[in-house]
């Protein structure tokens, strides 16, 4: 522990150095949840799923854990070899000491830009390229971060809403269905939702919906 103070506290360049490194870790790792959120696929898998249980009206069924598990193991699976990627370019030769803190988060940051941008629509990139007034670049790995992770974010977010739109419509005809058979027989006091939440779970569970909801995830990247 006192070691631990003393490189803090000391003078000497080198252990300055590695006090600076040590901060910025720790910075890195305050931020994983918005890195997860934000440079991953989770947005869109859990956008996704809650338009299904929003569309189903089952309330909190599946609970809100449930949802975020099945969100997060979904994306450690897709994003897994791009993990896996950081992890021998950049973590592993920065435990080694083979390369430097500023190589590590060059090296690390390739496998997400060349993930993102295969998931980003060229207009949203090209808005906040536009903002900031940057020059075309060459590749996009001339792409910095903080232009990229937006642009991806608003991408995901449109694909996010527009699975979710497919996913309300033969659900919403159902309840227009029950509203309609329930007007017809003057039973106007009866709230369809009640009615129609059954015959909604049943086509789903006849459609096998959390397989073809999963299957549309997967193939999406």
């Known amino acids: ?13 080198e252990n300055i150095s590695t006090s600076v490194q ?6 890195v790792l305050s931020l994983a949840p918005g890195i997860l959120i ?9 956008i996704v799923l809650s338009f299904v249980r929003t569309s189903l009206a089952t309330q909190s069924m599946p609970p809100n854990q449930v949802l975020i598990g099945i969100a ?5 699976f897709i994003m897994a070899p791009t993990l896996q990627e950081v992890n021998d370019q950049a973590l592993t030769p920065l435990f080694n000491e083979e390369i430097s ?6 090296e690390a940051s390739a496998p997400f830009k060349e993930f993102m941008s ?10 906040f390229m536009n903002y900031s007034e940057m020059e075309r670049p060459e590749n996009i790995q001339d792409i910095p971060l903080t232009t990229l992770v937006p642009a991806f974010a608003i991408s995901e977010l449109k694909t996010a809403f527009q699975m979710g739109f497919m996913i309300f419509v033969p659900f919403l005809v159902i309840d227009m269905a029950v509203a ?19 015959f909604k779970i049943l086509l789903f569970v006849l ?3 959390w397989y073809l909801i999963t299957q549309s995830l997967l193939e999406g990247f």
């Open 72 to 76: 997060l193991f979904l994306t450690f």
């Open 38 to 46: 934000l440079m991953t696929c989770f947005t869109r898998i859990i």
């Open 180 to 198: 309609s058979v329930l007007m017809s027989m003057g039973m106007m006091m009866l709230p369809p939702v009640m009615i129609s939440l059954p």
């Open 101 to 106: 803190l500023d190589e590590a988060y060059e």
């Open 118 to 127: 295969k998931h980003t629509r060229q207009k949203d990139l090209a808005l």
């Open 207 to 209: 459609v096998d919906g």
């Open 1 to 13: 522990m006192n070691e631990f103070v003393d490189i803090f506290s000391s003078s000497d360049p």
């Open 22 to 27: 040590l901060l910025i870790l720790l910075t």
